[in-house]
Every structure is written in structure tokens, then in C-alpha cells.
């Protein structure tokens, strides 16, 4: 019995390359901001997505594989070219992968012009039109973030906000939905996440190692 343990026990270690945590994440693109703070780039950002709970499990390009410990996160890292282009870069628990230019819309550019608009603009909380003391009828909210931290010169600033806050998606109508989506934070992360589908249903991001 002690015989078989141990062989399950060297199958799963080869099997199991990583299981890496947010501050694995946070760690790489800190490394990478880093570096465009030596080279003197002016305006870069990253926007980083999670689900509480939510674990991914994948095969690396070496044939090993890694799953998120506790919690997916993945980061992609975006700094300025010129006027209509930037580059991006994905992180996420298992590793970073290679830099990807990428042509700004006009949407784009305009929300990444209203520094102001970003900076003080605040997404409010899911707020519904009726207080309903009985709520079993409310459906379960899958709670998933973002996180965003701008580096604009010397404007530095961070924003975050629940997805469920954008929503009508629960029994009583969200008082807060029209204000929250109005918001330039909300339409820069509208486009972005448009752009970001595009390239990942497209393979265009490949990993580095």
C-alpha cells in the first residue's frame, strides 16, 4: 500500500508543474511596470480580472501542467507606443507571455485622453430599487473583479469595481447601472474587453516558457 502511495505521489509531483498564487501574479507585472519606469515610458496601465473561487487548470508549452492556487488571476499589462498604438502583455498564475502590439479604436484613445474622467470617476455599489426582506428569489451573484492601476507621468491612481455593480442582473433593478456605465473607467474596460476577446479567441497570446 506505502508502494502505491508513493508511485501516485512521483506521478502527481510530474504532473503538477505550479500552483500559484496572486502574489505570484502581482510580482511579474510589478517587475514589468518596473522596467518601464527605468526606460522612462510615460503612460502605461494594467487591468487585472478575477472570480473569487474560480480555479484553472492548464498544460504549459513544455508539457507540464499548472493550476491557480485557490484563485485565477490574470493581469494583461498595457503601455503607450504612440498616439494609436500600444502594446500588451498577458500575466497570469502559470507564467507571462509574449508582448503583443495592438491599434487603439477611437474609443480607446478618447477615454485614455480623460485622465480626469478616470481618475475621480467611482462605480457605484449594486443598489436595488426595492429592499426585499424575504430574498430568496435573488439569484447567487458569481463575484468577479477588476483592478486597474494607471501610471499617466506623474498622475499615478488605482480603480476597482465588482462586475456584478454594471448589472440589472438581479431581482430588483440597480438604481446605479446607468451612472456606473456612463462612467469613462467603464467604457475604456468596455473596449478593452472587446479588444482582449478578440486576441485571445484568435490564439494571439502565446506563452513565453
Not at 98 to 120: F, H, Y
Not at 146 to 160: A, R, T
Request: include cysteine; hydrophobic fraction near 35%; glycine fraction near 4%.
Amino acid at each position: 500500500m506505502k508502494k502505491i502511495f508513493l508511485i501516485f505521489t512521483l506521478l502527481l509531483s510530474n504532473i503538477i508543474f505550479a500552483q500559484n498564487d496572486e502574489a505570484f501574479v502581482d510580482t511579474m507585472v510589478a517587475q514589468k511596470m518596473a522596467e518601464f519606469e527605468m526606460q522612462d515610458i510615460p503612460e502605461y496601465f494594467f487591468r487585472k480580472n478575477y472570480c473569487d473561487g474560480n480555479i484553472q487548470m492548464m498544460i504549459l508549452p513544455n508539457g507540464k501542467m499548472c493550476t491557480s492556487k485557490s484563485t485565477y488571476y490574470t493581469t494583461y499589462v498595457f503601455w503607450k507606443v504612440d498616439e494609436e498604438n500600444m502594446k500588451v502583455q498577458k500575466f497570469d498564475n502559470c507564467g507571462s507571455f509574449n508582448a503583443l502590439n495592438v491599434r487603439l479604436n477611437k474609443e480607446i484613445m478618447k477615454s485614455l485622453k480623460d485622465k480626469q474622467a478616470l481618475k475621480t470617476g467611482e462605480v457605484k455599489p449594486y443598489e436595488g430599487v426595492k429592499i426585499d426582506d424575504n430574498a430568496f428569489g435573488n439569484m447567487s451573484v458569481k463575484s468577479c473583479h477588476k483592478e486597474y492601476k494607471f501610471v499617466f507621468g506623474d498622475q499615478i491612481f488605482e480603480k476597482s469595481f465588482k462586475e456584478f455593480d454594471l448589472t440589472n442582473d438581479s431581482k430588483y433593478k440597480n438604481i446605479n447601472a446607468k451612472h456606473n456605465q456612463s462612467l469613462q473607467l467603464i467604457i475604456l474596460d468596455n473596449e478593452l474587453s472587446n479588444l482582449l476577446q478578440s486576441l485571445e479567441e484568435s490564439g494571439k497570446f502565446i506563452r513565453e516558457n
